[in-house]
């Protein structure tokens, strides 16, 4: 199975704060990775897909990149309503595997 | 709009069973591949399985292999999952999915509100 080791678990930012998480795969997944948001009783909500890509509706301050098998999820002014865990996943071989996830908490 | 409704969770008894069923509405069911996603209570996402838009391929995370089963019926645009011999660490909540990308497994751009499944004594 493919790893994904997200860094930081948690991480304490204010707003307007510029935010990178960070989640390496164990091999080469081609780019295929996605971002989550996910907001305490609520459903995940895709952010980037394919490493870079913006997922329709989401604000262009969410970017995505990769260098390798190293992806970096950043927020470039963080706002209220960013303030939630963020997770990535690989959807380019079986079984699918999600990071372990990131906490971004009010500082 | 699209809607992925979730139903069929509960309590039940270590190695009991339930079905789980997602129902989706406002976009061509048939077309996509379908995805179960759960979370146990405080921690991290976990992919459970997937299936193709016809049904003919399916996968599974090693921990459910031969006690779960997805399975879709595109006539009535529902998603199911029969879960046998339930563990207590299968408590969870379960979400159905659906992949972003017409005709090809990928990441998930619509997910349903999810359904507790409690296993317990």
């Known amino acids: 199975d493919i790893q994904m080791t997200q860094s930081p678990s948690t991480l304490s930012a204010s707003v307007g704060d510029r935010v990178t998480i960070t989640c390496r795969a164990s091999?080469?997944?081609?780019?295929?990775l996605a971002w989550y948001q996910q907001k305490p009783g609520k459903a995940p909500k895709v952010l980037i897909y394919?490493?870079?890509s913006l997922e329709s509706g989401v604000p262009s301050r969410f970017s995505g990149s990769v260098s390798g098998t190293e992806f970096t999820l950043t927020i470039s002014s963080l706002q209220p309503d960013d303030f939630a865990t963020y997770y990535c996943q690989q959807y380019n071989s079986y079984p699918r595997t999600f990071g372990q996830g990131t906490k971004v908490e009010i500082k | 709009e699209v809607q992925l409704v979730e139903s069929g969770g509960g309590l039940v008894q270590p190695g009991g069973s339930l079905r789980l069923s997602c129902a989706a509405s406002?976009?061509?069911?048939?077309?996509?591949?379908m995805t179960w996603v759960r979370q146990a209570p405080g921690k991290g996402l976990e992919w459970v399985a997937n299936i193709k838009q016809d049904g003919s391929e399916k996968y599974y995370v090693d921990s459910v292999k031969g006690r779960f089963t997805i399975s879709r019926d595109n006539a009535k645009s529902s998603l199911y999952l029969q879960m046998n011999s339930l563990r207590v660490e299968d408590t969870a909540i379960y979400y159905c999915a659906k992949d972003r990308q017409y005709r090809s497994p990928s990441c998930y751009d619509y997910w349903g509100q999810g359904t507790l499944v409690t296993v317990s004594s």
């Open positions: 394919k490493a870079s």
């Open positions: 091999q080469n997944i081609n780019s295929w």
């Open positions: 406002g976009f061509s069911f048939s077309g996509y591949w």
